[in-house]
């Protein structure tokens, strides 16, 4: 009789504690895969490990950052496993495209990358995509998402020098891939 009880207490706490962040999580997951359709992907997967082991989650802790954890090694864990497989080509696909007049008509039209590229601008999106995931990782945890230092080396599992330090490239790798945008803008280069 106190499996029911407890299995409700557990979904009382998945949904008043864990489920508020959907929206970041999705967020920084499309920030991270670059795509809509492996951003929802990511967001299921951390919510499903999230409800799986909901008993190791400390009540009352910072929700946001156990399932940022869980996102990003399971974005690490997908690229990991992509960077091992060869790449694939369905021909016929390809054939029935060329095909079409359909080629020439935008498949899809995702608010969210619209709404990210024109916030930023396509040159900072562009620079920030361009950064190697580690960096780009901390970047985006730390400049968009608003997290701690402390904070940040427990969701990326590192030593908060590292943390900074991957920030500090990260930021300098952004500011050399941006600096002929800025100069063509009339943008100060001070260093």
Not at 116 to 141: C, K, M, S, W, Y
Not at 149 to 155: M, N
Request: proline share 4%.
């Amino acid at each position: 009789m106190s499996q029911p009880r407890l299995k409700s207490e557990a979904d009382q706490v998945f949904q008043r504690e864990l489920m508020p962040h959907v929206d970041a999580l999705s967020a920084f997951a499309y920030r991270l895969a670059q795509d809509a359709q492996d951003a929802n992907d990511l967001v299921q997967a951390t919510y499903l490990k999230a409800y799986r082991f909901i008993d190791s989650y400390e009540r009352g802790s910072n929700a946001k950052a156990w399932l940022f954890r869980i996102l990003k090694n399971q974005f690490i864990n997908e690229y990991r496993r992509r960077q091992n497989r060869p790449n694939t080509v369905d021909y016929a696909e390809v054939f029935v495209l060329e095909e079409s007049d359909a080629a020439s008509i935008p498949v899809s039209f995702d608010l969210r990358h619209e709404l990210f590229a024109h916030l930023l601008g396509d040159e900072v999106t562009q620079a920030i995509n361009g950064l190697p995931v580690n960096f780009r990782l901390v970047l985006l945890l730390c400049d968009i998402e608003g997290f701690t230092y402390e904070e940040i080396a427990r969701i990326t599992d590192v030593p908060i020098g590292t943390v900074r330090s991957r920030l500090h490239r990260a930021r300098n790798q952004l500011k050399d891939r941006l600096r002929p945008y800025a100069q063509q803008r009339g943008i100060s280069d001070r260093k």
